[in-house]
C-alpha cells in the first residue's frame, strides 16, 4: 500500500505547506458556498461523520483533493529537505545518490579507471505501461501538476508580496478549476488517450531529466577528486533508455490492435522528431561564432559541402541564414536532413535524409571535434553534450515499444496456421513439449512460410500476424530501434519461444545470417507463477542451445555493437505474489535469477533482467535502495529493464525534481552494485538454506489461506473487487480470459480490492510464519541477524517492506469490510487466520529487526496518522455504500445499482489517494 516513507523529509515543513494549501482549498469552499464538504473534513477540527449522509459525491471528492494536498506537501518537503542537506554538506551527505555512491566506492578502494568502465557500460531502461492502477483521470493529473508547480514557487524568498499573492491566486484558481472537474473517469480510456499520456513523459519529461542527471554524475565526479575531463566523451556515460508498453501489450486487452501499434510507432516517432528538431535548432541558436573570429575545421567544412549537395533546394536553404557563422550554418544543414515530423513516414523523392539516428550522432560527432579544435571544449561541453545524449537516448524513435503476447494465444493461432497449410494443427495446443520442439524446429529449418500475405487462416492467426507484419514494415523503412521486444508472457516451455521464431519467418522478421537465418528482435520469455521461477533455468537452457536462439542473439549482438550475446529475461513480481505470498515469491525471483545467470553462463550469453514491478510494496514495489541491495550478484551485469506502472508514474516522474530524484536512485544504484558485486562476498550465501526453508513454510501458510475452502468467496465479499471490476480506469480488462476465479484475475484488481479494504495481505502474510520457523528451527542465524553480525539485505527487504504494509492494516477496519461477507461461519474462520498471522508477523518481525526499523517505522506512523482519521470516515462510508449496492445488484435493480456507481467510485479513488496507492 504505502510503498515508502522518505526519511530524507522535514516533516515540520511538510505540516506547514499543507496547512497553507489546506487554507486555500477551504477558501474555495467557502467562496463557493460549499459548507458540508468542508464541514466533514478532518484536519482543522474533528470532521463529522460521513456515513449517513443522503449523498456524499461532493465531500469524497474534497477528501481526495485534500489527501493529493497532503502528497504534494510531503513530495515538496521532501526535494527540498534534500536540497538544503546538498547544499550545507555536498553532494556525498545523500544517500543512494551519485554523490554518496561515488565517495563510498573510491573509499572502498575502487580506482577511477575500474568506476568509468562500469559506468560506460551501464544500461537503465525505464519501461512504462498503462496497467490499470491509476484511478484518476489525466485532466485532473495536469491539474495537480500545475498545483505542485505553483507550490514549488512559492520557495523563491525573492518574491515580492505582491508576487507571493499571485502565486497564492494562482493555486486558489487551480483549485477552484479541480472541484469544478469531474474526478472520475466513465469511460474506459481509449489506448491512444494512454499513450498520449506516455508521450507526455518521454516528450517532456525525461529529455531534461537525463541532461540533469549527466550533470549531477560530472559534479559528483569532480567532488570525489576524479579527472573532470572523463566525461569529454559521452561514451563514459551510463546510457538511458526509455520504453514503453502501451499501444504494444497486447496480453487480455483485446483494443490494442495491429493498427494502433502502427498508429503508436508512427506518433512516438512524429514527437521523436519535433523533440530533434528543438534541439538543434536552440543549439543553433547558441553557436553564434563568427568565421571571421573562429575558423572551423576542414572536417566540418567538407561535411557541410557534402550536405549542401546532397539536400538541394534545402541545402541552399539552409546556407542563405547565419551568413559568416558556419556552425550555426552547419547545424541547419542537419536540421534539414532530418525526416519532417509532419510526415515522420515519406522521405522519399525529397532529396537525403538520416535514415537512422546514428548517422546524425556521426555528424554531431564532427561538430564536437570542431568545436574542441577551435578551443571551445567548455562549450562543446555545456552546449553540444545534452543534445548528442538526447539524440543518443531518444533516437528516431521516442522511446522502444515492447510488444506482449500470452504463449496461450500464440498456440491457438499457429494450429491455425497449420491448418491453413494443410497440416493438422487443430490439438496442437495439446501437443507434448517434446512434440511440439521437433515441430517447431523442423519448420525453422525451412524458410517456406504456412500462408500467403492476402490469406486468412483464423482470428488469433490474422490477428498475430498483423501485428508482426506492421513490425515488419517499421523495422524495414526505420530500422529496429523503435522496437523493443517480442514478450511472451506466460512462458511455460521452449516451444512458446520458438513458436515467435515461427510468426518472424512468417512475416519477414527473419534475415540471413551466417548459416542460416536470424531473427532481427529479441524474443523474451515472462516467467510469472512460482512454477514458471522454478522451471525458467531449464527452459532458458533449453532456449539458448536452440541453433536459431544462438544465431539470433549473436545476430543482435553484431547489430547493436554489444560486447556479448545477450539474452533479456523478465520476472513477474505480481503473479508470482498473487500465487505464492510476498516472502515466497522474492525468494523465488531471487533463486531464479541466481541460476538464469548460470545457464546463461553456460553458452557464453549475459542475462538482461527486465523487472516487472507494480506501484504496491506486492508487486514488487518498495525503497530503490533496499530493491538494488536485495538482487543477487551479478544480476546487473547487462543492466537493467523494469517496468513503471499506472498511479506509480504520476508519482514519481510527474515533475522534473522527482523524475530526477528517482532516476538518479536507479542510476547510482546499479553502477555501485555493480561493482559491489564484483568486489565483495555475497552477504546471503551462507544462510541461503535458511532462506529456502522460510519461503517454503512462509508459502505453506499462504496457500493454506487462499485454498481454505469458501475462501474465494470471503474475499469477494469483504472487499470492493467486484467494485474495482467496474471500473474504467485502464484499457484493458481486469481478467485474462473472463472466466469468475481466482486463477483468472489480474494481480492488479487482487492486490487494490486487498489494499481498500485495508487487509493488505498481499504484502505481508506468510513472513510471521517464516520468521517463527526462523526462531525455532535456527535460533542461531536469528540471533546473529538481531545482532547485525549477519547482513542479509534480500532478508531485510523482504521484512522491512512487510513490516510497511502491516502499518497500513487497520484491524478495525478489516472487520468493518468482513461484516459484508454473509456466511458467519466462514467470516469467522477466514478472520481468524488472517488475524492470527497478523499478530504473528508483528511478534516476530518486532523480535528480529526492530531496532534497525525504529527510523522507518517512525517515519511509516507519522505518513499513516495524518491521514488514519480521513480514511476511517471513508471506509465507513464505503462499506454502507457496498452493500446497498450489492444488494441493488441481486434483487435486479440494475438501474438503481447503476445510478450508485459514481459515488462508489468516487470513494474508491479518495482511499487510493489516502493511501497513496490502488493496486
Known sequence: MITSASSVMDFDKAEKDFGFLLDCFLEVLGKLEEQEPAAHLPWKKPGMPIIGMQNSERTLQAFSIVFQLINMAEENAGAQYRRAIESDKGSSALKGLWGKTIGELKNTGIKEQELLLSLRSACIDTVLTAHPTEAKRKTVLEHHRQLYLQLVQRENRMWTPQEQAD??????????????????????????????????????????????????????????????????????????????????????NPFVTAEVTADTLLDMRKHALKLLKAKLSELASKLSFSER?????????????????????????????????PWRQYLNLMNAALPSEKDPVSTEGTGFHYQLSSELLADLDILDRSLKSAGARNIAATDLLPVYRIVQTFGFHLGALDIR????????????????????????????????????????????????PDMTAGAEADEVLACFRVLQRHCSRFGIEGIGALIVSMTRGVSDLLTVYLFARETGLMVPFED????????????????????????????????????????????????????????????????????????????????????????????????????????????????????????????????????????????????????????????????????????????????????????????????????????????????????????????????????????????????????????????????????????????KIRSRELLCPTLHYIVSNADTSIASVDPVIMKLYASLVTNGALRENIMAMIEAELQKSKRYIDLLYREQLEEQRFNVMRFIGKRQEALRLLHQRQVLLLSKWRKLRNDNYDKEAEAMLPELFLSVNAIAGGLRSTG
Open 167 to 252: 502565486i497564492r491566486n494562482n493555486i486558489i484558481v487551480i483549485l477552484e478549476r479541480l472541484w469544478r472537474t469531474g474526478e472520475i473517469l466513465y469511460e474506459k480510456p481509449e489506448v491512444s488517450a494512454e499513450r498520449k499520456n506516455v508521450v507526455h513523459y518521454l516528450y517532456n519529461i525525461f529529455p531534461e531529466v537525463v541532461t540533469l542527471l549527466d550533470k549531477r554524475l560530472i559534479q559528483a565526479w569532480q567532488e570525489a577528486g576524479f579527472d573532470p575531463g572523463a566525461f569529454s566523451s559521452p561514451a563514459n556515460l551510463p546510457r538511458f533508455r526509455f520504453s514503453s508498453w502501451v499501444g504494444g501489450d497486447r496480453d487480455g
Open 293 to 325: 573570429l573562429v575558423q572551423p575545421s576542414d572536417e566540418i567544412r567538407s561535411r557541410m559541402k557534402t550536405l549542401n549537395a546532397s539536400l538541394g533546394s534545402r541545402g541552399e536553404h539552409a546556407l542563405r541564414r547565419n551568413q559568416h557563422e
Open 405 to 452: 503476447q500470452n504463449s496461450r494465444k500464440h498456440d491457438l493461432a499457429l494450429g491455425q496456421l497449420m491448418m491453413a497449410a494443410g497440416l493438422d494443427g487443430s490439438r496442437y495446443h495439446e501437443w507434448s513439449e517434446p512434440e511440439k520442439i521437433r515441430f517447431l524446429t523442423q519448420e525453422l529449418r525451412s524458410p517456406r512460410p504456412f500462408t500467403h
Open 516 to 783: 542460416g537465418d536470424a531473427c532481427m528482435l529479441p524474443v523474451v520469455p515472462l516467467f510469472e507463477t512460482i512454477d514458471d521461477l522454478k522451471k525458467s533455468p531449464e527452459i532458458i537452457e533449453g532456449f539458448l542451445q536452440h541453433p536459431m536462439t544462438a544465431r539470433s542473439l549473436r545476430y543482435l549482438q553484431k547489430t547493436t555493437k554489444l560486447s556479448s550475446a545477450v539474452q533479456q529475461v523478465m520476472i513477474g513480481y505480481s503473479d508470482s505474489n498473487k500465487d505464492g505470498g510476498i516472502f515466497s515469491s522474492i525468494w523465488m525471483l531471487y533463486r531464479a535469477q541466481e541460476q538464469l545467470q548460470k545457464a546463461g553462463e553456460r553458452y557464453g550469453t549475459q542475462i538482461l533482467f527486465f523487472h516487472g514491478r507494480g506501484g504496491s510494496i506486492s508487486r514488487g514495489a518498495g525503497p530503490t535502495n533496499r530493491f538494488l541491495r536485495a538482487q543477487p550478484h551479478g544480476s546487473f551485469s547487462a543492466g537493467i529493464r523494469f517496468t513503471e506502472q499506472g498511479e506509480t508514474i504520476a508519482q514519481k516522474y510527474a515533475n522534473k525534481i522527482s523524475a530526477l530524484y528517482n532516476l538518479e536512485q536507479f542510476a547510482a544504484g546499479i553502477t555501485g552494485e555493480r561493482l559491489r558485486h564484483d568486489s565483495m562476498p555475497e552477504p546471503c550465501i551462507n544462510i541461503k538454506t535458511v532462506l529456502e526453508a522460510l519461503s517454503e513454510q512462509s508459502n505453506k501458510a499462504y496457500r493454506t489461506l487462499t485454498c481454505a475452502e469458501g475462501f474465494p468467496l470471503f474475499f469477494r465479499e469483504a472487499t470492493p473487487v467486484d467494485l474495482i471490476e467496474q471500473m474504467r480506469i485502464g484499457s484493458r480488462p481486469s481478467r485474462r480470459s473472463g472466466a469468475c476465479n481466482l486463477e483468472d484475475l489480474r494481480a492488479i484488481p487482487w492486490v487494490f480490492s486487498w489494499n481498500q479494504a485495508r487487509f493488505a495481505i498481499s504484502g505481508w502474510y506468510g513472513v510471521g510464519s517464516a520468521l517463527e520457523h526462523l526462531e525455532q528451527r535456527y535460533p542461531d542465524v536469528a540471533e
